[in-house]
């Protein structure tokens, strides 16, 4: 990030500091700590922008500019952009919930470092996976302007029976009776996908009566 003519030390920091918040709008209001350094800025001068209010750290590694000039979605796809919207977070993208929940239900392969789970904002609650399983039955969605991966109606569904305890009643009960009112449901790849996800019994009692 060299500047592009002389400037004294002022100069150069309000610089730096311009560069930074443009790299952070282009990449949907997030920036790593790694691309800072690539571009010459050093660790003190980051610091120095956090203590100074102009820079906030979002968690170990990433940082972003006010974080209130960005929603939780901007927020979720620059962070997570291994991870597939699953659970109640799948659910409410397809329209199966009318409320968003307050937290974010992400897949992430199990190989994935915990740490990055450890944010005050936005809340999100991983889903540790098989590398080999993550990747079964997943499309995208468009969140915030950018692609997503999500889950297919069919396999997210086998998910939230599988995981029926890790959701909340409510969420449960609109999201499966959603499925089973949605017209273009595929009740062959709701079969595959229940007996990978072993819930084929399940299937057969809570919504094979319906289809």
């Known amino acids: 990030m060299e500047a592009p003519f002389p400037m004294d030390r002022e100069e150069k920091k309000e610089y730096q500091l311009e560069e930074i918040l443009k790299r952070i709008e282009e990449n949907n209001g997030l920036i790593k700590a790694s691309d800072l350094h690539e571009t010459g800025v050093d660790f003190r001068r980051i610091q120095t922008f956090v203590e100074e209010g102009k820079l906030t750290r ?9 974080i209130l000039n960005y929603s939780e979605e901007q927020l979720i796809t620059a962070m997570f952009e291994d991870g597939v919207l699953t659970m109640e977070s799948g659910a409410f993208y397809y329209g199966y919930l009318k409320q968003r929940p307050a937290h974010w239900s992400i897949a992430i392969s199990k190989n994935t470092s915990k740490s990055r789970f450890k944010l005050d904002y936005p809340i999100v609650v991983p889903f540790y996976t098989e590398p080999d399983v993550l ?77």
């Open 58 to 66: 979002v968690k170990n590694g990433y940082y972003t500019s006010k």
């Open 135 to 211: 990747e079964r039955g997943v499309t995208e969605v468009e969140v915030a302007g950018k692609k997503m991966k999500i889950y297919t109606k069919e396999r997210l569904i086998c998910d939230i029976l599988k995981y029926q305890e890790k959701m909340e009643p409510r969420y449960f009960k609109e999201a499966v009776l959603s499925y089973i009112q949605d017209e273009e449901k595929n009740v062959a790849d709701l079969m595959k996908f229940a007996k990978e996800r072993k819930v084929l019994k399940k299937v057969q009692m809570m919504i094979g009566v319906w289809l």
